[in-house]
């Protein structure tokens, strides 16, 4: 009797993690204690996703836990699993916003001191506008700015920051967007910038 309640006090253990997992991100400073939980149990946690065709992605150092789908083997006679995580097509502005935050987030870091990068809507704005065809429309290019970083607030890679009053909007950037745009997806996404940017000033001789 004491072993079965054993089995299903473990088995229920792991269901608290597995399903905050299939549903995103776990942070460890949203939850210590589901954090330490994982700790505690990620080998279990791992031999389950598996065979679901996931794997755990766990940054101690960073403080989060994800799924993702594993690498497909190029084994042509290996069987093809249905993807469990879903790819997401990013448009342009949003790829090229991720790609300036994972920047900035790379400067941040190699200044020291603090962990956490916040960076006002206006900031985010400045950073972006150089990259972007000429608009004498001030609001509708702010707005369009808003609608992508919206887009990365709902991916998960911002935080929107609740404002002082009369401040603008302030925004974290989660520092699982490391995970995600790596030194690798600089590189490719620089080289397609440069052709974009060769584009644009071509188009403004026009």
């Not at 700790?39 to 996931?54: F, I, T």
Request: net charge negative.
């Amino acid at each position: 009797m004491a072993e079965q309640e054993l089995e299903n006090a473990a088995a229920n253990d792991l269901s608290a993690l597995l399903i905050p997992l299939l549903k995103g991100v776990i942070y460890r400073e949203a939850d210590a204690g589901l954090w330490q939980a994982l700790l505690n149990l990620q080998a279990r946690v791992r031999d389950y996703v598996a065979v679901l065709g996931l794997e755990l992605v766990l940054d101690e150092a960073e403080g989060y836990s994800f799924l993702r789908s594993r690498q497909e083997s190029d084994d042509d006679a290996a069987p093809r699993l249905p993807r469990l995580v879903a790819r997401r097509p990013l448009s342009f502005p949003v790829s090229l916003l991720l790609a300036l935050l994972r920047k900035k987030l790379a400067e941040f870091d190699a200044g020291g001191g603090d962990t956490r990068l916040v960076l006002a809507r206006d900031e985010i704005v400045d950073l972006v506008r150089v990259f972007l065809p000429e608009s004498s429309n001030e609001a509708r290019l702010i707005d369009q700015i808003e609608t992508h970083l919206n887009k990365i607030v709902e991916l998960g890679f911002l935080r929107k920051l609740k404002p002082a009053a009369g401040q603008t909007a302030m925004f974290e950037v989660r520092r699982i967007l490391k995970a995600f745009v790596d030194a690798q997806w600089l590189a490719d996404f620089d080289a397609r910038l440069a052709a974009y940017q060769a584009q644009l000033a071509q188009g403004n001789k026009l």
